[in-house]
């Protein structure tokens, strides 16, 4: 779990650890990180990518998509946003 290897991390003295967690608002884990990065994308895009990475059908891949917190409430809690709607390069060049 998630806790457990944060607390060890801290107990071992790191001072900065970094959490990929995908649902990390709607776990409500926001709540003890700083700062939240969020890789946000347009509603559309996010559509068609998780199509075509699952092989989905819309109505499947939208309802999908619906059961979690749409991106633009979660760009809207976060520290920082990174615009994933252009090409892996752009997306590099916005992480440095
Ligand atoms: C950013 O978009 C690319 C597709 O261009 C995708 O492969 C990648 O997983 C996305 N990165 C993140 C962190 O969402």
Redesign the pocket.
């Known amino acids: 779990m998630v806790c457990m290897e944060v607390l060890k991390l801290w107990i071992k003295g790191c001072s900065i650890i970094v959490l990929d967690v995908p649902l990390l608002f709607e776990a409500k884990i926001d709540k003890w990180t700083k700062p939240i990065v969020v890789?946000w994308v347009d509603p559309e895009t996010e559509l068609q990518?998780l199509m075509t990475r699952d092989g989905s059908m819309e109505e499947e891949a939208k309802s999908r998509i619906n059961a979690q917190m749409s991106l633009d409430l979660k760009r809207s809690k976060a520290d920082i946003v990174i615009d994933?709607t252009s090409?892996?390069e752009a997306?590099h060049g916005q992480f440095q």
């Open positions: 890789i990518r994933n090409s892996l997306l």
